[in-house]
């Protein structure tokens, strides 16, 4: 009897598991709202996969299988559609303790014909602020990444000491870096990466915000390495006394983003990062969100701060344009494997924020 429940609750764990895929793909297709179809599918989806890895480890392969089939069918559908299910697939889940998941390790190198791209609000980086064995620590974390976008950075004086750090462990980083930004308190922004993987195709600049939308103007800059030339657009958006005071901006990135598109008609691999002190889920991104196929890269429940309270970090990226994104993203979390939790370390030598990096394709042709 026991084992003819146990049968009979398979069989509707397994009924479950096609029933919410279909639901996705019929949700979306009718145009359903994308936020309440990711939360469901969070909610869902790893108790049943959970489950079927516990009781038929076989039929992992099997649903993995029924998937990339859905995927073939609805590629032939409507371009949303396709990202729609792009986006589940490759997306990094929820495992049963409610961490987020890395779809890679953090390796020192980046995998061959690969470019990782990281965001790191390195917090109150300055030369004052940081001795010679911080920045060892932080120079550790930067050699993880061929090109990182480094936000809340108050002088060129602390880039200059972690290339001279980074050199002595064997590895040739240069950078870019803007004017100074803000009112009271005065930011630069700076592109780091390394030079054997990475060339500057353009010069890095600050957005022109006539109508003085931003704090802290964007900047951004064109690169290539292998085959995939591309544009990075970095900000530290304002926090602000409350979300009403620092939303504007987020709501600005849409004419930022078409600022920078028609600019270069022929660069469409525009990737937007950095600190947007907002999670994706806000409804200051919906202008943004009505470029087909853009979307954040990181969703809820995935943590950026240390804390493990927000997450204010991400790329943001049109998917139909960036078809280099290998599906590869993650959350270093620095603050575990060095600091082992101990948050007020942490932020005092590194930050409060985790870099977030993705993984792109440079050998495939680029088309745009």
């Known amino acids: 009897m026991a084992r003819k429940k146990q049968s009979n609750k398979f069989k509707r764990d397994l009924q479950n598991t096609f029933l919410f895929i279909s639901l996705i793909i019929l949700a979306y297709l009718l145009g359903a709202h994308q936020e309440k179809v990711q939360s469901f599918y969070h909610r869902v989806a790893p108790e049943i996969q959970n489950h079927i890895a516990d009781k038929a480890p076989a039929l992992k392969d099997a649903t993995q299988r029924g998937l990339t089939r859905i995927g073939n069918f609805t590629s032939r559908g409507t371009d949303k559609a396709k990202f729609t299910f792009d986006h589940f697939r490759k997306f990094p889940q929820k495992d049963s303790n409610n961490t987020y998941r890395e779809n890679l390790d953090s390796r020192a190198i980046s995998a061959k014909g690969q470019l990782k791209i990281s965001s790191f609000n390195v917090r109150i980086l300055s030369d004052k602020s940081r001795d010679d064995q911080e920045l060892k620590i932080i120079a550790q974390i930067f050699k993880k990444y061929d090109l990182i976008a480094i936000q809340e950075l108050r002088d060129e004086v602390v880039l200059q000491r972690l290339v001279k750090i ?69 900000i530290h958006a304002l926090f602000g006394n409350n979300e009403n005071e620092r939303r504007p901006e987020i709501q600005e990135l849409a004419t930022v983003y078409k600022h920078i598109q028609d600019e270069n008609p022929r660069e469409q691999d525009i990737i937007i990062l950095g600190d947007f002190n907002f999670p994706p889920t806000d409804y200051g991104f919906n202008e943004l969100k009505t470029y087909p196929t853009m979307g954040p890269l990181i ?27 290998t599906g590869m993203v993650g959350i270093d979390k620095f603050d575990e494997t060095i600091f082992h939790n101990d948050d007020n370390r942490a932020k005092i030598a590194v930050s409060d924020h985790r870099p977030i990096w993705a993984s792109f394709n440079v050998e495939q042709a680029d088309d745009d």
């Open 166 to 234: 980074l050199k002595n462990m064997g590895y040739t980083y240069n950078y870019e870096v803007s004017p100074k930004v803000g009112k009271a308190i005065k930011e630069i922004y700076a592109f780091f990466y390394r030079q054997d993987k990475v060339t500057v195709t353009q010069r890095g600049k600050l957005y022109t915000d006539v109508i003085d939308k931003f704090i802290r103007e964007p900047y951004y800059a064109s690169f290539r390495s292998g085959n995939f030339d591309f544009t990075l657009v970095t």
């Open 299 to 325: 969703l809820p429940s995935a943590k950026t701060t240390i804390t493990d309270t927000s997450l204010y970090d991400n790329f943001w990226f049109q998917r139909q344009f960036v078809r280099e994104y």
